[in-house]
Nanobody
Framework: QVQLVESGGGLVQAGGSLRLSCAAS????????MGWYRQAPGNQRELVATIANGGSTNYADSVKGRFTISRDNAKNTVYLQMNSLKPEDTAVYYC???????????????WGQGTQVTVSS
């Protein structure tokens, strides 16, 4: 059993900052890429940022220069520092982890429950 638990969402004014955290726990064998996705009402879920086990990162064009993804492999935790937030960043943010449990030889995607980020203008 694996769980991804997110924290750090909330309401912030435009131009403000928030930091999201996501901790993976349970019978984890190995973790590959971790990332953040978001879904606004009426829209499809979209990639925000990913970070590989070795630290290489990938960002959506809309957040480059404003958001920073990082991870702590010892804690099985991924972070998303969000600066200069805009109203269009309002969405439910989901944590994703591509991992293998101790009972499996295969990697697959796991998702958190989502955390709401609301940016007021």
């Amino acid at each position: 059993q694996v769980q991804l638990v997110e924290s750090g969402g909330g309401l912030v004014q435009a131009g403000g900052s928030l930091r999201l955290s996501c901790a993976a726990s349970g019978s984890i064998g190995s973790i590959g890429t971790m990332g953040w996705y978001r879904q606004a009402p009426g829209n499809q879920r979209e990639l925000v940022a990913t970070i590989a086990n070795g630290g290489s990162t990938n960002y959506a064009d809309s957040v480059k220069g404003r958001f920073t993804i990082s991870r702590d492999n010892a804690k099985n935790t991924v972070y998303l520092q969000m600066n200069s937030l805009k109203p269009e960043d309002t969405a439910v943010y989901y944590c994703n982890s591509y991992l293998r449990t101790v009972l499996s030889s295969f990697f697959r995607d796991y998702w958190g429950q989502g955390t709401q980020v609301t940016v007021s203008s």
